[in-house]
């Protein structure tokens, strides 16, 4: 234990630890020093000089930001001379400041305006000429306003030290400064925001939000990004009935106030033009308009047409990587114990199977890292995917835990992921070469010539180097599958102290689809479908029987419907055309397509009823991030026209002449939370926006097939096919080819 | 360059000689002795010998010299650096300017002693921009000195390596400041960083550091070869040496000239300067550089030394002592003076 520092602000004694600023002691005395180039997590700039206090046998007056607390210290930070220099840096601030609040998109959550309506400085004694520079667009995404900047660097050192991007950096001097992104002109960035959300002033502006609303008009509601894995915590903005921004101004959640670019711009998709409002039944060849009512009903006759007809082998179920747990658990439910078939699968981007059963089969069900673990870890390793990408968080999460504490980070990748910047030993591997590397690095074979493409001894070293490390956190993508996750988890726990894993998923519901079962072999919570215990329970708390063999995975549905076998397909929320790369010949054999979409994509073509789905907007719910980490999405808005895929099930049952006793995804939950091994989480927590750790223990069957689990791979800027419909999204895309993404 | 008979030139004593700034004339005149002696005793003691001689940095604090050295690190496993402060660009001073011109063996020695004293084996002097051709001049001393073997590897045989180069200012005033200067150097923007940590522990390129003025780093050879007590002795008690002075503004005989510390600023302008020009009465005095407040007529008894100054309230600074008559529109040079900052001021 330390000894504390004791000093007195204010005339009230308080006791830190060595080495705090006095800003942060005043702050946890509940004393606000007003700052703006201070920033908690970044460097300090000691710029804007608002942070002055008086400090007793010092001869001038001190930043408080960048003064460390001493023994004996007394402060005041509240003095007429402290005042008055408050009030002369705001006068000096405002020089050049256009003062066009009415107008600014920053009016009303201002730091400047805050400030000056505290100190005051009304009257300004500079009559010079302001100077005017006209406003540039750095991006389609990012606007600055030089004559509103006032110069704290916050952008720039978010951008660098945070991002790892490093596009700002300042031009000309004095009163002419200002910032100048990385191309002069423009911008070649992440496009990830965080410069516009931490302006403390309206200098940047986001090219979804500007000039449409004034804060106090848009309703806040807390929810959960619907893209990547990662489950980061959103604030959306809506104003009537429509998106304008996405924030986490209040650093709650797994995420603090990190978004990535399509967190914070990449939900446009919502109030997309193309989103459909109305059921669409085909008739004579083409899809018209219909009621909600004839398309259920609609859809109820042919599914019972082709069960009586075909039997229940006959019909298959896709789910979806981005709808809520509840939904995907009725759908499994909808599945065996209405429809009576396992014919049920999703595109699976990662094996979270393989990995539960390999942790169970070892005794350690609990070693499953969650995203802050990975930001506190002292060691980690990165073993395929590329993060900076696919998983923007979990690489945000990795690079602060490298900067703000010294982890080490190892990574293995066939590819010069970004992420090697940050990397104390970077181990590049021959394509496709991870699962060789971890077979090599747990010494079960040698490593074959070309594996390693750098130097020999590369390997060794690499490993040498990890058995030096403990409480090492493992994060791997879908280049470790099947016995792959056997084969790092065995040795993985051999490392010194508890290891921890992570398998990364695409997208923001990867992980709750497989833990809530929509696998032709596996009962929600990772049972075996041929496990009679696990059968049971949901026989009896379903009150029906389960098809007891397994049903056919994804790809063998879609060969299926190839070969004829397969005659009615519902798909809720996933675009296997797509995906898979299908021509329309592929579905060919199929009696009845059904479709539940925000969109006419490309299998929602091919539909014989497509049915409007609500948003991640739109509903309410829960999630579980790559980590198996739950989460509450929570309504945020209506759309005219959709239903929500809880809502679609519910309805199908009822058609089918089944009495579900669920009122609202709450219901769900509470029959997860009592049903699904490992989801025995406590509900206060998550419905006050905590991200709560899932505990998942079973012995799934082993991976059938190779080609069940591959990532889609997108990029920073794109998600699916959900991307396709965002404006921002697209928009820097296409900015960007030119460079091929060099940030 | 004028002389006065009140002057000790310690500094300037080369200056006269025709072509002084040549390898051959300097080592002629006692050149590189103090260099040779100081390989010779523990690096150490070099540090003690100029921390006795109270030299305190010539570039506008004051600094005590040998105490900045002595917070170097002595075991650390980063390289370590010299720089010299050669921007001089405070409003009135002109000081590191001639110091180069007519004598750059004198600096390079004392740098090169610096080097010894905190085991740096590279240095650095970043001359302001607008000196081009004061590059020129120190290059070729730089280029005479490692042809000679005083830089480069195992220089007089000793078995100590030092490297060093001129590097070139952009011309902006910010980039004297000790830490602008080091990120100019690093080519960052010259913007100060956060102090702490200081240039001797965390300095260029995140290594230990220590940076001196030209003037500063000029006096060390002197202190070296005479002793520390004797360098002290010829100033007031903690600012030892002597120091150029740049006499300039309304006064008679404006020029630089090399005088104790602690000389009469009242003296300086009469016995010195001689006088208010054009017999015109004083108004007042910027004493060190356009950045210290300015001494009325009333205040110019003072001794022009680091203490005397801060405890009336102004500072020393870079010795730029400017003279202001009685026809001055103080609010005009108040505003002149204000144009230079707003215009030099980095944002
Ligand atoms: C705005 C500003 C400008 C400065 N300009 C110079 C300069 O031109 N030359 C110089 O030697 N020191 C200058 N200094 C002082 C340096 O920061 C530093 O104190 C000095 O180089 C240290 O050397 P010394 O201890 O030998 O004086 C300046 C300081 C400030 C704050
Ligand atoms: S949007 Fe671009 S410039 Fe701004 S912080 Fe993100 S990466 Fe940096
Ligand atoms: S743009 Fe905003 S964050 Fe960046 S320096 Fe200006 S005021 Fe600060
Ligand atoms: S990192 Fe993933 S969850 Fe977070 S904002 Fe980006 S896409 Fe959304
Ligand atoms: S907050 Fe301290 S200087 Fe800006």
């Known amino acids: 234990m330390v000894d504390l520092i004791k000093l007195t602000i204010d005339g009230k004694p308080v006791a830190v630890p060595p080495g705090t600023l006095l800003i942060d002691a005043a702050k946890q005395m509940g004393i606000e020093v007003p700052s703006f180039c201070y920033y908690p997590g970044l460097s300090l700039q000691g710029a804007c000089r608002m942070c002055l206090v008086a400090i007793e046998k010092m001869p001038k007056l001190q930043t408080a930001c960048t003064t460390v607390v001493g023994n004996g210290m007394v402060v005041h930070t509240e003095t007429p001379e402290v005042a008055n220099a408050r009030k002369a840096m705001l006068e000096f601030l405002l020089t050049n400041h256009p003062l066009d609040c009415p107008v600014c998109d920053k009016g009303g959550e201002c730091e400047l305006q805050d400030a000056v309506f505290r100190y005051g400085a009304a009257e300004t004694r500079f009559l010079e000429t302001k100077q005017h520079e006209e406003e540039k667009k750095f991006s389609s995404l990012v606007y600055y306003d030089r004559p509103r900047c006032i110069l704290c660097y916050r952008c720039i050192r978010v951008c660098d030290e945070g991002m790892d991007v490093n596009a700002y950096g300042i031009g000309f001097r004095g009163a002419h400064s200002e910032i100048i992104p990385n191309r002069g002109e423009h911008?070649?960035?992440?496009?990830?925001?965080?410069?516009?959300?931490?302006?403390?002033?309206?200098?940047?502006?986001?090219?979804?939000?500007?000039?449409?609303?004034?804060?106090?008009?848009?309703?806040?509601?807390?929810?959960?990004?619907?893209?990547?894995?990662?489950?980061?915590?959103?604030?959306?903005?809506?104003?009537?009935?429509?998106?304008?921004?996405?924030?986490?101004?209040?650093?709650?959640?797994?995420?603090?106030?990190?978004?990535?670019?399509?967190?914070?711009?990449?939900?446009?998709?919502?109030?997309?033009?193309?989103?459909?409002?109305?059921?669409?039944?085909?008739?004579?060849?083409?899809?018209?308009?219909?009621?909600?009512?004839?398309?259920?009903?609609?859809?109820?006759?042919?599914?019972?047409?082709v069960l009586a007809q075909h039997g229940p082998g006959a019909v298959a179920v896709i789910g979806s990587n981005r709808t809520t747990n509840e939904e995907n658990y009725l759908l499994q439910r909808f599945a065996r114990s209405v429809l009576g078939t396992n014919n049920l699968d999703h595109h699976r981007t990662a094996d979270f199977s393989s990995l539960v059963r390999a942790l169970t089969e070892a005794?350690?069900?609990?070693?499953?890292?969650?995203?802050?673990?990975?930001?506190?870890?002292?060691?980690?390793?990165?073993?395929?995917?590329?993060p900076t990408h696919q998983h923007p968080l979990i690489a945000y999460q990795v690079r602060q835990a490298v900067r703000q504490h010294g982890a080490r980070l190892y990574v293995v990748n066939a590819g010069e992921i970004k992420l090697r910047r940050q990397a104390s030993q970077y181990l590049q591997v021959s394509p496709r070469g991870e699962a060789e590397a971890v077979r090599a690095l747990a010494g079960q074979v040698t490593a074959s010539q070309d594996l390693c493409t750098g130097e020999a001894e590369a390997l060794p070293t690499f490993a040498q180097a990890l058995t030096k490390e403990s409480d090492t956190v493992v994060i791997f993508g879908d280049e470790i599958q099947g016995q792959g996750v056997g084969d790092l988890v065995r040795w993985g726990l051999t490392l010194s102290g508890r290891t921890r894993f992570v398998a990364l998923g695409d997208y923001a519901n990867s992980r709750g689809a497989a833990d809530m079962g929509l696998f032709p072999d596996t009962l929600p919570g990772y049972q075996p479908l041929s496990s009679e215990a696990a059968r049971q329970q949901f026989e009896s708390a379903w009150g029906s029987n389960l098809p007891t063999t397994s049903g056919r995975n994804l790809r063998s549905i879609l060969e299926g419907i190839r070969a004829g076998e397969i005659k009615a397909l519902l798909v809720f929320g996933a675009n296997p055309v797509r995906t898979f790369k299908l021509e329309k010949a592929a579905f060919a054999g199929l009696q009845f397509l059904f479709v539940a979409e925000l969109f006419r994509t490309e299998t929602a073509e091919f539909a014989d009823i497509v049915v409007p789905a609500t948003s991640f907007a739109e509903k309410s719910g829960t999630m579980t991030n790559t980590c198996g980490q739950v989460q509450a999405l929570k309504r945020t808005m209506r759309k005219a026209g959709t239903r929500s895929d809880l809502e679609i099930l519910l309805a199908l049952a009822r058609l089918f002449g089944q009495k579900w006793p669920y009122q609202s995804s709450e219901d769900v939950l509470r029959e997860i939370i009592a049903l699904v091994p490992g989801y025995g989480i406590p509900l206060p927590g998550l419905l006050v926006g905590h991200a709560v750790a899932t505990r998942p223990e079973g012995a799934p069957p082993p991976l059938e097939r190779p080609d069940l689990v591959f990532s889609s791979r997108d990029s920073l800027f794109t998600s699916g096919t959900l991307s396709r419909y965002s404006w921002a999204l697209n928009s820097v895309d296409e900015a960007k080819k030119p460079y091929g993404h060099a940030f | 360059m004028r002389g006065n008979p009140l002057e000790v030139k310690i500094l300037t004593r080369r200056f006269g000689l025709p072509n002084s700034a040549s390898i051959d004339v300097y080592l002629a005149n006692e050149g590189y002795q103090a260099l040779k002696k100081a390989l010779a005793i523990k690096p150490d003691d070099v540090i003690n010998e100029v921390k006795k001689s109270a030299l305190r940095g010539r570039g506008g604090a004051g600094f005590n010299a040998g105490m900045k050295w002595g917070f170097v690190p002595k075991q650390a496993n980063k390289p370590k650096y010299v720089v010299c402060n050669a921007d001089e660009s405070e409003p009135g001073t002109c000081k590191d300017r001639v110091l180069m011109e007519y004598d750059p063996h004198q600096l390079l020695e004392g740098i090169v002693i610096a080097g010894y004293?905190?085991?740096?084996?590279?240095?650095?002097?970043?001359?302001?921009?607008?000196?081009?051709?004061?590059?020129?001049?120190?290059?070729?001393?730089?280029?005479?000195?490692?042809?000679?073997?005083?830089?480069?590897?195992?220089?007089?045989?000793?078995?100590?390596?030092?490297?060093?180069?001129?590097?070139?200012?952009?011309?902006?005033?910010?980039?004297?400041?000790?830490?602008?200067?080091?990120?100019?150097?690093?080519?960052?923007?010259?913007?100060?960083?956060?102090?702490?940590?200081?240039?001797?522990?965390?300095?260029?390129?995140?290594?230990?550091?220590?940076?001196?003025?030209?003037?500063?780093?000029?006096?060390?050879?002197?202190?070296?070869?005479?002793?520390?007590?004797?360098?002290?002795?010829?100033?007031?008690?903690?600012?030892?040496?002597?120091?150029?002075?740049?006499?300039?503004?309304?006064?008679?005989?404006?020029?630089?000239?090399?005088?104790?510390?602690?000389f009469p600023l009242g003296r300086m302008i009469e016995e010195v300067g001689g006088g208010v020009w054009r017999g015109k009465r004083l108004k007042c005095v910027i004493p060190g550089g356009s950045s210290c407040p300015v001494l009325t007529a009333e205040e110019i008894d003072?001794?022009?030394?680091?203490?005397?100054?801060?405890?009336?309230?102004?500072m020393l600074g870079s010795g730029g002592v400017v003279v202001l008559d009685e026809d001055t529109c103080m609010v005009k040079a108040a505003w002149r003076i204000m144009k230079f900052y707003a215009h030099e001021s980095c944002g």
């Open chain 1, 187 to 305: 911008l070649e960035c992440e496009e990830c925001g965080a410069c516009i959300d931490i302006c403390p002033v309206g200098a940047l502006t986001s090219g979804t939000y500007r000039y449409k609303t004034r804060p106090w008009e848009v309703t806040y509601t807390g929810t959960v990004c619907n893209h990547c894995g990662d489950g980061c915590k959103t604030t959306l903005s809506v104003r009537n009935n429509v998106v304008i921004r996405a924030n986490n101004r209040d650093h709650s959640g797994v995420n603090g106030e990190f978004l990535c670019v399509k967190g914070r711009f990449g939900w446009d998709f919502v109030n997309s033009e193309q989103r459909l409002t109305s059921p669409l039944i085909r008739k004579n060849g083409k899809q018209e308009e219909a009621s909600w009512e004839e398309a259920l009903a609609h859809t109820a006759e042919r599914l019972q047409a």
């Open chain 2, 117 to 262: 004293a905190i085991q740096s084996h590279q240095g650095y002097i970043y001359i302001r921009g607008e000196y081009r051709y004061l590059m020129e001049i120190v290059d070729h001393a730089i280029a005479e000195a490692y042809a000679r073997g005083y830089l480069g590897k195992n220089i007089l045989g000793s078995g100590f390596d030092f490297d060093l180069c001129t590097h070139s200012g952009a011309g902006a005033y910010e980039c004297g400041e000790e830490t602008a200067l080091l990120n100019s150097l690093e080519g960052l923007r010259g913007y100060p960083r956060v102090k702490p940590p200081f240039p001797a522990v965390i300095g260029l390129y995140g290594c230990p550091t220590i940076i001196n003025n030209v003037e500063t780093l000029s006096n060390v050879p002197h202190i070296v070869l005479q002793g520390g007590d004797w360098y002290a002795k010829l100033g007031t008690p903690n600012n030892g040496g002597t120091r150029l002075f740049c006499l300039s503004g309304h006064i008679e005989r404006p020029g630089i000239y090399e005088l104790p510390m602690g």
């Open chain 2, 302 to 314: 003072v001794p022009m030394d680091f203490d005397s100054l801060t405890k009336i309230g102004s």
């Open chain 1, 363 to 386: 005794g350690a069900a609990d070693r499953h890292a969650t995203i802050e673990e990975i930001g506190a870890a002292s060691s980690i390793l990165v073993i395929g995917n590329d």
